[in-house]
């Protein structure tokens, strides 16, 4: 059964982080018994949580997100696809909750931006992009050049921007697909490419959510460059830790997830009526996925809002002010590749790779991956916050790798790649890891606007790199695997 | 050395079990003489029926082909019964089906007895106990086809996402094909209730109509739970 699965997946990917938690607590820092209570409590409901809401994306989202996607493709109307792309990206962006967060957070350090605009330019940017995601595939024009365009403009338009706004550019890229969006928007591509009789439609399938999370960075950039000229107040980052009761952790995990579902849930009963005029049994599948999902989200959210971060901000203080400071670094390598595992869209993604690829890339390795690259990610951003190095240093290069390991890396691992990026990039990272790096950061007394922040952007860059060197390995096999086979028929 | 392409006389094993099983199982099978195996990705649907209302009925399943010569079938077999990745429980099943030509490289010097063989005597005994039943038809009508084949009497099913070939009147859009997405489902009975699931079956709107779905049978000569209590 598919919930025994999953629950032993998620146990086994949550469990060493929780162990994790308990040496340090035995060793450099002791936060105390009762946080490590109520972390392992919160634990369970992540593991509960995550599990449930696996189980709900897989007999709900994605189905409905692949039929969607394929129906689309059969109405064969190229100006009905743009403009539902840009519908479905517009509107799920505008509800998402780290996008209001974020724009928040934007709003408390630069008054002069509105809040309102700001979600609306993320917004628009999203479903632009979705939009010409498509286009992209239905004119085969190559993911490489779309990818290389793009990231150009961006770069130019970051060379515009002040600094601060670099990192906020970043984090919206990775912070604005959320749990809830990126599994549908996976499905999307999935069903858009899978009806096509395409040599292409594996590679195909994947890249959406990484062109989609070009438009949020470079609507910020542009933000940016509007609103230069007003220095951004010197606010101390406040990140609050605070225990909240559990009535309000549960009401305030509840909002989010109805903010969150609410406008899919919307979309599919449209979809439903409009386009895919589902047979009963499967619209009823399609709700108990979406209860199934928001049950197991709530309980997820209040797992990491209620246990993991306060305990995540503790740690960091406890450590950036003992006398290991140093500990930080490699501590940073170990939180990065046992947290992301975590991260419910990982799990989504490494299914959907299974499934596209028929079990030839397994699974396993593409979490290996994963793993390494957000270790990466976390490992520098506490080389970033114990040495206060500026963002842009790791950015450019960073990025630079990924741009020309494309030309190297077979496309399909390219396309993977760059989904990947706003997959590990979810509510883990950006409550659980950021709330860690604020803590060292203030403890070790740098400026945790500039040190901390950027944790997101860079845990949605490196996999970009990791994911890539994976499809760069499964070349060089391939190539010696053929070779093998080849001798071998001679020598038979 | 000359090298013959012939076709020879076979079976195909044909297995259905846990997700991450496969290839355990393609070793075990290596190690009994088989040449190899096809692994597919497929989804169990549930025999329980409650658990198939409440959705968490779906399992991971993966499905292994292998093609074994006659001489093979038997220490293969052999080496099954002793297969297993948990000591309670099983991880799937097996089943032999009878296949008239595989094609196979043979060195010139061995072709004499296996071509004649191949095209002389099928064994004819089959009194066969169970039958594979598939159905092809479009994707997410599965569904319709399951519940007919439980309601006759069907335990489980096996459902693998598939797509139709197009044919050259199939409609372009931006000059490539679109082609029909299709789910395919195995669905293992007992020889007795074959007829009357077959007949369950052909009712539902996705076989019904013409030129939606196709569904055919297959004998199975031999039919094994691996692993589990012995």
Known sequence: MNLIRKFRETASSVIPIVLLVIVLQLTIAPIGWRSIGSFILGAVAIIVGLSLFLLGTDIGIIPVGQRTGSALMNRRSLPLLLVVGFIIGLIITIAEPQVQVLAQQVTTYIPSVNRMHLVLAISLGVGIFVSLAFARIVLTISYRWIIIVFYGIVTILALFTDPFFLGIAFDAGGATTGPMTVPFILALGVGVAGVRKSKKSEQDSFGLVGIASIGPISAVLLMGIIASGNDPAPAAAEMTAASLSFGELFSASVNEVVQALGPLAALFIIFQFTLLHQHHRQFIRMIQGLLYAALGLTLFLMGVNGAFMPVGSQLGALIGEGSYQWVLIPLGFLLGAVVVLAEPAVWVLTDQVRDVSGGSIKKSMVLVFFSLGVSLAVGLAMVRVVYHLPLIYFLIPGYLMALIMMFFCPPLFTAIAFDSGGVASGPMSSSFLLAFTLGASVALGGNPLSDAFGIVALIAMTPLITIQLLGLLYRHREKDGRKKSVKEDKSV | ?230
């Open chain 2, 1 to 230: 050395m000359k090298v013959d392409t012939v076709y020879r006389q076979g079976k195909l094993l044909l297995s259905i079990v846990q997700s991450g099983v496969g290839e355990a199982l393609v070793h075990e099978t290596k190690g009994a003489g088989a040449r190899g195996g096809t692994i597919l990705i497929g989804k169990g649907v549930a025999e329980h029926a409650i658990l198939h209302m409440l959705g968490l009925g779906d399992a991971e399943k993966e499905i292994v082909l292998t093609l074994l010569s006659d001489q093979h079938v038997e220490p293969v077999l052999e080496r099954l019964t002793h297969f297993r990745r948990n000591k309670r429980l099983a991880c799937g099943i097996a089943m032999l089906i009878d296949v008239p030509h595989i094609l196979a490289h043979v060195l010139h010097t061995e072709t004499d007895d296996s071509v004649t063989e191949s095209q002389t005597q099928r064994r004819s005994s089959m009194d066969t106990v169970h039958t594979l039943i598939t159905c092809i038809v479009n994707r997410g009508t599965t569904d319709e086809v399951m519940d007919a084949a439980r309601a006759a009497g069907a335990t489980g099913g096996t459902i693998l996402a598939a797509r139709g070939t197009g044919k050259e009147e199939d409609v372009k859009f931006f000059g490539v094909q679109l082609v029909p997405e299709k789910e395919m489902i195995l669905i293992l009975v007992g020889s007795g209730l074959t007829g009357k699931v077959l007949d369950a079956i052909k009712g539902v709107p996705c076989l019904a109509e013409p030129g939606s779905g196709i569904a055919f049978c297959i004998d199975v000569e031999r039919f094994m739970t691996l692993g589990g209590k012995s």
